[in-house]
């Protein structure tokens, strides 16, 4: 009989070391690592970047809490210790962002760069770090889709065996959302990638690209998921969401069971709503010249004009250089 992974990598005494954990880890790592590599074209210190994970890690999982338990607070609301609970599951990915998003405005400003900048830098850090996270739900054996059967995966989608036995959960095969999410994140890096060289782009534009991308493929994703949160909503929004899904039902996929009795998936409405805001802010911020700046513009602080960047950043030059100590040293 197969035995699924071990979701203990390894023991230290009575300390447990989850995979899960090591995952997000090597997630947040891979995306800091992707952000001081673009940072350093625009002379930005690493300690910069270093110091928003910091701040941004912490405040992505209060977020991703915050959201869970606001939407299911008819769990909470009797035993709100329940709500630090955070080892028995209970977070989102939106929630996630959100928090992180929050507090990188907050530190952004307070070092006196434009958000939109830096937002820009940290995009494919972002996606990949939610590609490669995806796969703490493989170990877990989670946030999985409907029931499949094992020719599906074997026959119609190839995938080897390792990860075909994973997807056997109490005698049942299921759908492999994170892999799905996970590959279309990848490819969301690599055109990220192909975006921030374009001499057209401006600044903001890769990050709303970002958000896009992520949330077009989380629509249809989302839509197998079995462990979605959701609600029950006007006829018409449930019959609006189920036909813009309805191209995945077209290549023989069936949507996954809504397990709190809803007919609408907060997440599947959030996607939508957040393409159609990111598209009329990149249009509206192109209209009123919100959008001077380029992506390729060198990066400087609010007030400071372009010229003292450069000298600021040519620190970085100098053993023991750093551009924010030069700036420091200036004012």
């Known amino acids: 009989m197969f035995l699924a992974i071990n979701p203990i990598a390894f023991a230290i005494g009575p300390l447990s070391v989850r995979w899960y954990g090591i995952i997000l880890g090597t997630a947040a790592l891979v995306g800091l690592l992707l952000a001081i590599r673009e940072g350093k074209r625009f ?10 994970v910091l701040i941004g890690v912490p405040s992505a999982i209060v977020g991703a809490r915050i959201y869970y338990v606001a939407f299911k607070w008819e769990d909470y609301q009797d035993n709100l210790w329940k709500v630090f609970a955070v080892w028995e599951g209970g977070i989102a990915i939106y929630g996630a962002l959100i928090g992180a998003i929050i507090a990188a405005v907050i530190y952004v400003r307070r070092k006196g760069y434009s958000f939109w900048r830096i937002a820009d830098i940290c995009a494919p850090g972002l996606i990949i770090g939610q590609a490669i996270g995806r796969w703490g739900n493989f170990i877990n054996q989670e946030a999985h889709g409907g029931p499949v059967a094992e020719s599906f995966l074997r ?7 390792w990860l075909v036995n994973q997807m056997l959960i109490e005698g049942q095969y299921y759908h492999p959302t994170f892999l799905y999410e996970s590959l279309w994140n990848i490819v969301g890096l690599f055109l ?3 975006l921030r060289r374009r001499s057209f782009l401006r600044a903001g534009e890769l990050f709303f690209s970002y958000f896009i991308w992520y949330s077009i493929g989380r629509f249809f994703v989302e839509g197998l998921r079995t462990d979605s949160l959701d609600f029950t909503g006007p006829s018409w ?19 996954g069971f809504m397990t709190y009795g809803g007919n609408v998936r907060i997440s599947q409405l959030l996607a939508v709503l957040i393409v159609l805001a990111a598209i009329a802010l990149i249009v509206v ?12 513009d060198p990066i400087v602080r609010i007030g400071q004009a372009p010229e003292e960047a450069s000298e600021a950043g040519n620190a970085d030059t100098r053993p023991g250089g750093s551009k924010e100590a030069d700036v420091k040293a200036k004012e």
């Open 43 to 52: 002379r930005m210190s690493p300690d910069f970047f270093m110091d928003l």
């Open 155 to 161: 026959n119609n989608l190839h995938l080897p065996d």
């Open 192 to 194: 990220l990638f192909v």
């Open 237 to 255: 929004l449930a019959a609006l969401m189920n036909g813009m899904w309805s191209p995945m039902k077209a290549i023989g996929f069936e949507p």
């Open 285 to 296: 911020r192109r209209r009123t010249g919100a959008a001077s700046e380029r992506y390729s």
